[in-house]
């Protein structure tokens, strides 16, 4: 199979190469990134020196340059589209919401109609859990419960779905969806919780919660989520939907707490915040319909997972270097307004 992968740069995109490189030995991937702030040449250098010009390519360019990415599907003759570029962190889509309209809906939608134009075979909208809102104290999303964003971020992930069922509804095109709880791992960019509460934790510093810490998270090892995507990639109905999730839900304070532990870090480094607008306050995936039509299950529970990536930051200390040289510093300490 000859895939163009979007967002390969980036946390889950780059992960989700590696995991097609190393499983298919005859697949060759196109990797298009545009390279903004969370995109990172670093996290494809293995990829580079193994596979670079042969089964591995690399292309810098925007989603939303409906030339430029016909151009690509033609030029390596792709058979299949997987789009994980998107902007995705909801603080930024807060402070300014048009990045989040610009690619993650008017760049899904010239994805879309570059591929349905030029006859690519299959196509995997990568999406989120966020899109279905907010959860009460019980129950989980399915693939039916009904779309209500409540941030801008979620809101453009939302829409660029609907694009999607559009497109197979009104020209079938054989396009489906993913969507998943919140991803951990290797090649995390900081600003998100985890790698952001190792990098303040390893040097002491105070580790910003949002309210009162207690919004609760399914999260998923991102290993575990490149094979759901694989998985629906090749397995999965055109116009279906499918959730992936961990089996580990739990409050942030609690995930927090744990990375301290790990660390060997005081408690008291904790630092409670004024909670964002809009902070839905609990997610829960149910992938019972993956398992059935995809054959996924998760296989790394929250305890493994967590220890890995400790030990991937632990032994990558000049990746981490190198991501902090990057703005997300500057916006992290504006965004809580010098409280820490």
Same mark, same amino acid.
């Given at each position: 199979?000859?895939?163009?992968?979007?967002?390969?740069?980036?946390?889950?995109?780059?992960?989700?190469?590696?995991?097609?490189? !190393?499983?298919?030995?005859?697949?060759? $991937?196109?990797?298009?990134?545009?390279?903004?702030? @969370?995109?990172?040449?670093?996290?494809?250098?293995?990829?580079?020196?193994?596979?670079?010009?042969?089964?591995?390519?690399?292309?810098?360019?925007?989603?939303?340059?409906?030339?430029?990415?016909?151009?690509?599907?033609?030029?390596?003759?792709?058979?299949?589209?997987?789009?994980?570029?998107?902007?995705?962190?909801?603080?930024?889509?807060? @402070?300014?919401?048009?990045?989040?309209?610009?690619?993650?809906?008017?760049?899904?939608?010239?994805?879309?109609?570059?591929?349905?134009?030029?006859?690519?075979? #299959?196509?995997?909208?990568?999406?989120? !859990?966020? $899109?279905?809102?907010?959860?009460?104290?019980?129950?989980?999303?399915?693939?039916?419960?009904?779309?209500?964003?409540?941030?801008?971020?979620?809101?453009?992930?939302? @829409?660029?779905?609907?694009?999607? #069922?559009?497109?197979?509804?009104?020209?079938?095109?054989?396009?489906?969806?993913?969507?998943?709880?919140?991803?951990?791992?290797?090649?995390?960019?900081?600003?998100?919780?985890?790698?952001?509460?190792?990098?303040?934790?390893?040097?002491?510093?105070?580790?910003?919660?949002?309210?009162?810490?207690?919004?609760?998270?399914?999260?998923?090892?991102?290993?575990?989520?490149?094979?759901?995507?694989?998985?629906?990639?090749?397995? *999965?109905?055109?116009?279906?939907?499918?959730?992936?999730?961990?089996?580990?839900?739990?409050?942030?304070?609690?995930?927090?707490?744990?990375?301290?532990?790990?660390? !060997?870090?005081?408690?008291?480094?904790?630092?409670?915040?004024?909670?964002?607008? *809009?902070?839905?306050?609990?997610?829960?995936?149910?992938?019972?319909?993956?398992?059935?039509?995809?054959?996924? @299950?998760?296989?790394?529970?929250?305890?493994?997972?967590?220890?890995?990536?400790?030990? %991937?930051?632990?032994?990558?200390?000049?990746?981490?270097?190198?991501?902090?040289?990057?703005?997300?510093?500057?916006?992290?300490?504006? %965004?809580?307004?010098?409280?820490?």
């Amino acid at each position: 199979m000859r895939l163009l992968v979007t967002g390969g740069c980036g946390f889950i995109g780059s992960n989700f190469i590696y995991h097609i490189l !190393d499983s298919y030995p005859d697949d060759v $991937v196109v990797n298009l990134d545009k390279l903004t702030y @969370a995109g990172n040449l670093a996290n494809m250098e293995r990829a580079q020196a193994e596979h670079g010009g042969t089964r591995y390519h690399f292309a810098r360019g925007d989603i939303a340059n409906f030339e430029f990415v016909s151009y690509l599907i033609k030029q390596y003759a792709i058979d299949a589209v997987v789009n994980f570029a998107a902007e995705s962190h909801v603080d930024r889509s807060i @402070a300014d919401c048009s990045p989040f309209l610009q690619t993650n809906v008017l760049g899904a939608q010239s994805l879309l109609e570059a591929s349905r134009r030029a006859g690519v075979g #299959r196509f995997v909208q990568v999406s989120t !859990d966020e $899109v279905y809102g907010t959860l009460g104290p019980e129950g989980k999303f399915t693939e039916e419960t009904p779309l209500a964003p409540n941030s801008p971020y979620s809101a453009s992930k939302a @829409a660029a779905d609907l694009f999607v #069922r559009a497109y197979v509804e009104t020209y079938g095109y054989p396009a489906l969806i993913t969507r998943c709880s919140n991803n951990y791992g290797p090649y995390q960019f900081p600003e998100k919780l985890i790698p952001l509460m190792y990098l303040r934790a390893s040097v002491d510093k105070p580790l910003p919660v949002y309210g009162d810490g207690k919004n609760v998270r399914d999260w998923i090892y991102v290993a575990d989520h490149c094979l759901g995507v694989d998985l629906a990639l090749r397995r *999965g109905r055109p116009g279906a939907i499918y959730n992936f999730g961990g089996n580990a839900e739990m409050p942030n304070i609690k995930v927090v707490e744990t990375m301290l532990s790990i660390l !060997d870090k005081p408690k008291n480094l904790i630092s409670f915040v004024t909670d964002r607008p *809009g902070h839905d306050r609990r997610y829960a995936m149910d992938y019972s319909l993956a398992a059935k039509e995809l054959g996924f @299950a998760p296989r790394y529970d929250f305890t493994r997972g967590i220890r890995e990536t400790v030990a %991937w930051y632990q032994a990558n200390a000049d990746w981490l270097r190198g991501v902090q040289d990057g703005s997300y510093l500057e916006f992290m300490e504006k %965004w809580y307004g010098g409280r820490l």
